[in-house]
Nanobody, 114 residues
Framework: EVELVESGGGLAQAGGSLKLSCALS????????VAWFRQVPGKEKEDLAC??????HYADFVKGRFTISADNDRNMVYLQMNSLKPEDTAVYYC?????????WGKGTLVTVSS
């Protein structure tokens, strides 16, 4: 069974950093790409970054601030977020996807204070 569990959210000050973790089970990056999304209430989910066996992609608005990485031995994917801004406040979700399949974690809340 495919499962994703996010952790690492919390309260940060503007200019600070947080590192989110996504624990993967039931699959590996050999099988799925894993992405980080975020969502603010009332808005659609935003695609932030994606990592696969061969590629890494970022949304333009997070380039230079957020870094996605993976530890294949631990079956983990991370999102390092630096220079945080109050507008980064959102629920952050981990997503696993391949053709015709997509799975979501339950999310972790990030709150950035000014």
């Amino acid at each position: 069974e495919v499962e994703l569990v996010e952790s690492g959210g919390g309260l940060a000050q503007a200019g600070g950093s947080l590192k989110l973790s996504c624990a993967l089970s039931g699959f590996t990056l050999d099988d799925y790409a894993v992405a980080w999304f975020r969502q603010v209430p009332g808005k659609e989910k935003e695609d932030l970054a994606c990592i696969s066996k061969t590629d890494i992609h970022y949304a333009d608005f997070v380039k230079g601030r957020f870094t996605i990485s993976a530890d294949n031995d631990r079956n983990m994917v991370y999102l390092q977020m630096n220079s945080l801004k109050p507008e980064d406040t959102a629920v952050y979700y981990c997503n696993a996807r391949r053709v015709l399949s997509t799975y979501w974690g339950k999310g972790t809340l990030v709150t950035v204070s000014s």
